[in-house]
T-cell receptor, first 114, second 112 residues
């Protein structure tokens, strides 16, 4: 079955330190992968997307993610956390050349410590 | 603002009542999606439209739920005989084909 797993439900980092949010997907088919961010009481905002072009994807607000087919991973990173990064992050997988199912991970809550 | 809009933003209703939500997608987008998000969970897919055709419905969409997109523009999601378990954030998103989805702010439903 097609699925996406966010390995951590909560991640806490100190301001100015690196961020790593982990995401693994499972499928034999070529996926499109996305990271969305959701701030409290706000809508989901696209951070970045992978759609079979460059495996290292740069997004907004200094975030980037690397698609690793051998590890079926699409981890989200940022070199230096900022207080404004505190939010819920969702990894999303779709299979546009298969069945177009859209699957959200359960989310990772990122806490930034002062 | 030409993003996705949803109305109302909040709805409080009593169990057993019917509610209807509206979503206005980005105008040139032909795909429109509905999701439900409960506290501490990621959005769960409910249904989607390509133009006016409803192409897929999740098993989550019971007989009490119905969605329409009559002219291929705005969409409505109706829940009949609401139950407390229907309390959630209902999200709408649109896309132009097989691209990223743009989400609206959501409608938060509370069933008392």
């Amino acid at each position: 079955a097609q699925s996406v797993t966010q390995l951590d439900s909560h991640v806490s980092v100190s301001e100015g330190t690196p961020v790593l949010l982990r995401c693994n997907y499972s499928s034999s088919y070529s996926p499109s992968l996305f990271w969305y961010v959701q701030h409290p009481n706000k809508g989901l905002q696209l951070l970045l997307k992978y759609t079979s072009a460059a495996t290292l994807v740069k997004g907004i607000n200094g975030f980037e993610a690397e698609f690793k087919k051998s590890e079926t991973s699409f981890h989200l990173t940022k070199p230096s956390a900022h207080m404004s990064d505190a939010a819920e992050y969702f990894c999303v997988v779709t299979y546009p050349y298969r069945d177009d199912k859209i699957i959200f991970g359960k989310g990772t809550r990122l806490h930034i410590l002062p | 603002d030409t993003g996705v809009s949803q109305d109302p933003r909040h709805k409080i209703t009593k169990r057993g009542q019917n509610v209807t939500f509206r979503c206005d997608p980005i105008s040139e987008h032909n795909r429109l999606y509905w999701y439900r998000q409960t506290l501490g969970q990621g959005p769960e897919f409910l249904t989607y439209f390509q133009n006016e055709a409803q192409l897929e419905k999740s098993r989550l969409l019971s007989d009490r739920f119905s969605a329409e997109r009559p002219k291929g523009s705005f969409s409505t999601l109706e829940i009949q005989r609401t139950e407390q378990g229907d309390s959630a954030m209902y999200l709408c998103a649109s896309s132009g084909g097989r691209n990223e989805q743009f989400f609206g702010p959501g409608t938060r439903l509370t069933v008392l």
